[in-house]
C-alpha cells in the first residue's frame, strides 16, 4: 500500500508578517484547520458580499462626505485582496496543481498591487 500524497492549501491569511501561510495535509480535508479555513473564507465572502450592498447605497448618494467613500475604497480594496487570495486558492485546489513551492512564490510574483506580473 502506498504512502498518501501530501496535498497544500494556500489559506485565507497571512501571518503577521505579511508572509503566505499553506497548509500541508494528507488531503481529506477532515483537519480541524481545514474546517477552520473554510469558515474564514465564507466569513470573508460574506463580508464582500455586504460590503457590495454597502457600496451600492453609498454610491448612489451624492451627500456622502468624500471621508467616507475613501474608507469604503479602503474596505473594498481589503475584501478584493481576500476574495482573490480565496479565488487562488481554490483554482489551485480544483487544478490539484498546487505545490507547496509554487505558493511559496505566490506573493512575490504579484508585485504591486497584488496582481500577477504587476510591477
Known sequence: MSEPQAVTRLLPWVSPDGKTCILVS???GEGGLSRVADR???VQLDMAYGLLDHAAGMLGDSK???QELRFLGCQLSAALRDVCRL???RRARLSG????SECD???AERGEGGRPGAK
Not at 496543481?97 to 507547496?100: D, L, N
Open 97 to 100: 496543481s498546487e505545490t507547496e
Open 40 to 42: 474564514v473564507e465564507t
Open 87 to 89: 479565488a487562488e486558492s
Open 105 to 107: 512564490g505566490c506573493e
Open 26 to 28: 494528507d488531503g481529506k
Open 64 to 66: 456622502v462626505p468624500e
